[in-house]
T-cell receptor, first 113, second 112 residues
């Protein structure tokens, strides 16, 4: 089992729809969770981070965390063609792996005009 | 504020050579992490440095090494290069443990 798993893509949604990206992790001690967006040929850029159970909203983006289910998701509302990219989920564990981020393989999102 | 700067952007080497990559973190960031990204393996953690100390290391052979200087700048060295080392090498900095990371543009290394 991979330490961080993301829903297999590619994911395609029409412009204006909600895109839902999911991520599960195996380490129950994980304490911080990050979503990055990576355009083709570019480096990852930070979109959201969340530390506590519940929802965290930033503009069109909402991160949701459920530590009991070891699940973190990213919702993109009113999806735009410019949101088309690969989305990476990353997880940190302060205790056993301080300083190490474990990434999922990413989900490629295509938003069709 | 300047972002994370990696040099060089592109590098072509032959098998058996060694290479040194450089990373200058965002001012004030003391943690620097290195990752290898390939199409087949995704983003793989190499190592992380904080205040000149390596705190964590990924599952890479000893040919991969790094260091961090007192000004937080970091270097990564790969010796005895192999064809499989062809990849995008990314550096990321953060203010500290558990903080979001910010990535540089990467160094694309090609081994002939």
């Amino acid at each position: 089992q991979k330490e961080v798993e993301q829903n297999s893509g590619p994911l395609s949604v029409p412009e204006g729809a909600i895109a839902s990206l999911n991520c599960t992790y195996s380490d129950r001690g994980s304490q911080s969770f990050f979503w990055y967006r990576q355009y083709s040929g570019k480096s990852p850029e930070l979109i959201m981070f969340i530390y506590s159970n519940g929802d965290k909203e930033d503009g069109r983006f909402t991160a949701q965390l459920n530590k009991a289910s070891q699940y973190v998701s990213l919702l993109i509302r009113d999806s735009q063609p410019s949101d088309s990219a690969t989305y990476l989920c990353a997880v940190n564990n302060l205790g056993t792996n301080a300083g190490k981020s474990t990434f999922g393989d990413g989900t490629t999102l295509t938003v069709k005009p | 504020k300047a972002g994370v700067t990696q040099t060089p952007r592109y590098l072509i080497k032959t098998r058996g050579q060694q290479v040194t990559l450089s990373c200058s973190p965002i001012s004030g960031h003391r943690s620097v992490s290195w990752y290898q990204q390939t199409p087949g393996q995704g983003l793989q953690f190499l190592f992380e440095y904080f205040s000149e100390t390596q705190r964590n290391k990924g599952n890479f052979p000893g040919r991969f090494s790094g260091r961090q200087f007192s000004n937080s700048r970091s270097e990564m060295n790969v010796s005895t290069l192999e064809l499989g080392d062809s990849a995008l090498y990314l550096c990321a900095s953060s203010q500290g443990t558990n903080q979001p990371q910010h990535f540089g543009d990467g160094t694309r290394l090609s081994i002939l």
